[in-house]
């Protein structure tokens, strides 16, 4: 009788899970699955996972502990479960069309980002986050800048210092730095930061340079901002324009004896670097065309105009004086070795493709970038700990989050492949647990079909 009463609930569970399944409500055992742990690089074969309250309340092998009749069983022999990942350079809208910013959320949590770190704030995300905390709002963890410090909102070190003062009141997270600041503005800004206590990051403004960035601790450096600059002799008498978008002109000049240099500067300042490759990669590179990103699949996720928008804008990229396919792929692979080095030198790399931006569609391009940076020379597992392990690590957040382990907060991505043999099978996804919720692949499909432009 016991038997048919765990069978008919399993039933069930499978007819309910097309819904979002509460973890505060029903106890949801992941069962006969392989854990990737990300503690190290290994694997724990055929273990029962259970989760309660959002957290993981033990892993064992299977059939060694007791399953609660009333749980959600999800059957999983052969499948993978390892941590949600992380998109450390996200985009929520920034206006106050809730919708628009829901969608965003949801593209996120069906692909396995349950953390984003919004970098570009509005004052709606502080409510968004709250909502999300909550559990009112279904969708990764929210941290969140401001509004951008840049050379247009920043015109005095007075403006800088208020500026900065009056995010850290409001409840920004972190101060999201952009181009255009002049070196007398951004001291400014630092100072008023470091005395209330707020981090910042983000871009390198060309008169401030990566050198004087690493030195006043920037919290992460996004796109590898100022690095190739960094690099190059007398950049101080070039313009922005022959200098080029990251350094994209000026890659064949760099002295790349200088990148130990770097690398060493970055280490020791404990500055946090998120490549966004995925950005490099299919904006900037010549070997795909507008045509061919747009024919993408995730494509079907954006609205016309957008995708208008950002075809517009790789050609226009590709338009550019001074633009040659050769020289291109040559910067491109300069910006792999600078991230290899990163993480052969102890750097903190975190994983972040800004999305959604042109043709990196919210939570799909964060398995680009992943690829990328296996493309770069990292193994699976280094690249899966940017995302995961690291992020924890970078929050210092790494007692509760980050690996699948007892007592941790149960950010789970359920997967049909291993991913530390091959990056692709973060794509292969069977089902998400976000927010204390288990999201079924039928529930991730109708959410998926919902969302659709075209």
Not at 219 to 247: K, N, R, W, Y
Not at 379 to 387: C, H
Request: net charge neutral; aromatic share 8%.
């Amino acid at each position: 009788m016991k038997y048919f009463s765990l069978f008919a609930v399993c039933l069930a569970g499978a007819v309910m899970a097309q819904a979002p399944v509460d973890s505060r409500k029903q106890v949801i055992v992941f069962k006969s699955v392989n854990v990737v742990p990300m503690d190290t690089e290994r694997v724990l074969e055929n273990q029962d996972v259970v989760v309660r309250d959002g957290k993981i309340e033990s892993i064992s092998p299977s059939g060694s502990a007791k399953i609660d009749l009333r749980a959600l069983v999800v059957e999983a022999k052969g499948k993978f479960l390892m941590p949600g990942l992380s998109e450390m350079h996200a985009h929520i809208p920034p206006n106050d069309n809730i919708t628009a910013q829901k969608e965003v959320l949801t593209l996120f949590a069906v692909n396995g980002v349950t953390t984003i770190r919004g970098m570009l704030g509005h004052p709606t995300h502080i409510e968004l986050r709250e909502q999300v905390k909550r559990g009112e709002v279904l969708g990764p963890k929210i941290f969140t800048s401001g509004p951008s410090f840049n050379g247009l909102s920043v015109k005095t070190p007075e403006g800088g210092d208020k500026m900065v003062r009056d995010q850290k009141a409001m409840g920004y997270d972190f101060l999201k730095l952009h181009p255009g600041l002049t070196l007398t503005n951004f001291n400014a800004i630092v100072k008023a930061a470091n005395e209330v206590g707020i981090t910042y990051g983000g871009h390198v403004s060309s008169g401030v340079g990566v050198w004087r960035a690493v030195d006043v601790n920037y919290s992460t450096i996004d796109h590898l901002d100022g690095f190739i600059e960094g690099m190059v002799p007398g950049i101080e008498a070039m313009t922005d324009q022959e200098i080029g978008f990251f350094g994209l002109f000026v890659g064949k000049k760099a002295d790349m004896s200088q990148l130990p240099r770097l690398i060493e500067a970055l280490r020791e300042h404990r500055v946090w670097v998120v490549p966004t490759q995925a950005l490099a990669e299919r904006w900037i590179a010549a070997d795909k065309s507008p045509d061919q990103l747009r024919a993408a699949p995730e494509m079907k996720y954006m609205d016309p105009k957008t995708l208008d928008s950002w075809t517009e804008n790789k050609k226009r990229q590709m338009a550019v004086p001074g633009y040659n396919a050769a020289d291109v792929a040559d910067y491109i692979a300069i910006r792999r070795r600078i991230i290899k080095a990163c993480s052969q030198g102890g750097v903190g790399l975190l994983l972040g493709s800004d999305a959604p931006q042109v043709f990196n569609v919210s939570g799909f391009s964060i398995h680009h970038e992943l690829r990328y940076l296996v493309d770069s020379g990292l193994t699976p597992y280094e690249a899966l700990k940017t995302g995961t392990v690291n992020v924890a690590a970078f929050y210092n957040a790494s007692a509760t989050s980050g690996t699948v382990t007892a007592g941790k907060v149960a950010d789970l991505v359920l997967v049909n492949a291993n991913p530390l043999q091959s990056i692709s099978a973060t794509t292969s996804i069977d089902g998400v647990m976000v927010g204390g919720k288990w999201l079924s692949r039928g529930y991730l499909d109708s959410e998926l079909k919902r969302l659709e432009k075209r």
